[in-house]
Nanobody, 121 residues
Framework: QLLLQESGPGLVKPSQTLSLTCTVSGDSITTDYYYWSWIRQPPGKDLQWMGAISYTGSTYYTPSLRSRITISRDTSKNHFTLQLNSVTPEDTAVYYC?????????????WGQGTQVTVSS
């Protein structure tokens, strides 16, 4: 069974860097043709696809976040990470990691349970 689990701080101060890790079990993040995504949902707003890293290690980012976001992976630990720089209160959201067969979607086949991140001083 595929499981994804997000981990990281629940509170980040403005201007700092938000860092989250998604640990995957039940499948390898190098399995052909899958994309490993980060998706978030701010309070009262729709899901937003943020970016993804492919099974080859290629990265894809939504244009509005491209200057602030980095997604990387550690294949030896079978996890991938999100870094979002220079956060503001508008980055407050529930953050999800997910597995998908394409990029830029909010309908992946597997999701983590999500983790609340609040940006506040």
């Amino acid at each position: 069974q595929l499981l994804l689990q997000e981990s990281g701080p629940g509170l980040v101060k403005p201007s700092q860097t938000l860092s989250l890790t998604c640990t995957v079990s039940g499948d390898s993040i190098t399995t052909d043709y899958y994309y490993w995504s980060w998706i978030r949902q701010p309070p009262g707003k729709d899901l937003q696809w943020m970016g993804a890293i492919s099974y080859t290690g290629s990265t894809y980012y939504t244009p509005s976040l491209r200057s602030r976001i980095t997604i990387s992976r550690d294949t030896s630990k079978n996890h991938f990470t999100l870094q979002l720089n220079s956060v503001t209160p508008e980055d407050t959201a529930v953050y999800y990691c997910a597995r998908d067969k394409a990029v830029a979607t909010t309908t992946p086949d597997y999701w983590g349970q999500g983790t609340q991140v609040t940006v506040s001083s």
